[in-house]
């Protein structure tokens, strides 16, 4: 039986991206996975009052079952409530490849997708991109499209080289498409190894430096579509102090480098009004389980081990929406 995501207390991209545009600043789109990652997003973002998008990709969405995360979805609307701010809360299908898997979604009460067909050649990724957009605008969804490539390998998104977004495109693909929001590439990238070694300038402590986004590029492409929703992918800025409590017990991350938050910071202040976070989350969450299994080897309570876990991430993702972000009190 198909449920509207209005059912579950979820809202749409669409008013909430062009406050954002206006205010100079960005939603937050966190991935998540279990219970105790959706509990610190929503923790977080009803302690700063900042409005969220609960980020899903096809492989989470099989991984936790999709009853279970409709369901999951409207419980973090009511918890939201119960922790004192009805923040506006987004359900949104990350990297969709296929109209099949999106009907699926929005009949599971999603309120957003994003169709990704930025591997196809370019007309095929204009048709697929307009069979998603009609079927999900007639649902009350809104529709992320993408163009340009990004590196790196984050669950089913798997790209060995990137390809900027050529903004000579830009206003065909929105015009021919109908997309509320395109996801461009300007030199982000999946997963916690954004860049190679040679690509960045190292530090005196040894901390890889990486080369600056393409704000040229973005700036461009806002001159073509002024005033239309952008969003930037693979936008971890993979801190140092969690990536060192991570090795320093156990864990290993070859070359691990992210984006610099004050570039994030800029991004936000233009109409990039989505940014994405999923490698930041990760990494905090496996840094904080490896600490309390090295100092509590006896330890086997799943609740002494996810509990700090979920504190970590809590206190991460508030940071990102006060300091980096710039949603803290925009709900």
Sequence with gaps: MATSYKELGLVNTKELFAKAIKGGYAI?????????QMQAIIQACVETKSPVILQVSAGARKYANATLL???????????????????????????????????????????????GSHLPYE???????????????????????????AGIEDDVVAEHSSYTKPAEVVDFVSKTGVDSLAISIGTSHGAVKFKR????????????????????????????????????????????????????????????????????????????????????????????????AENPSEFDPRKYLGPARDSLKALYAHKNKDVLGSAGQA
Excluded: W
């Design 198 to 293: 040679e690509q960045c300038t190292v530090s005196p402590d040894g901390v890889l430096i990486p080369p600056t986004l393409r704000f040229d590029i973005l700036e461009e492409i806002e001159k073509k579509l002024p005033g239309f929703p952008i969003v930037l992918h693979g936008s971890s800025s993979v801190p140092i102090e969690h990536v060192r409590i991570l090795e320093q017990f156990g864990g290993k991350l070859k070359d691990p480098v992210g984006i610099p938050e004050e570039q994030l910071r800029k991004a936000a202040k233009s109409a990039v009004c989505k940014i994405n976070i999923d490698s930041d989350g990760r990494i905090a969450m496996t840094a904080a389980i490896r600490k309390v299994f």
């Design 28 to 36: 937050p789109a966190y991935n998540f996975n279990n219970m105790e």
């Design 124 to 150: 095929d990724n204009v048709k697929l991109t307009k069979s998603v957009v009609d079927y999900a605008h007639a649902h009350g969804v809104t529709v992320e499209g993408e163009l340009g490539v990004l």
């Design 70 to 116: 409709k369901n999951m979805a409207k419980g973090a609307v009511e918890y939201a409530k119960e922790l004192g701010y009805a923040i506006p809360i987004v359900l949104h299908l990350d990297h969709g490849d296929s109209l099949e898997l999106v009907k699926s979604c929005v009949e599971g009460g999603f309120s957003s997708v994003m169709i990704d």
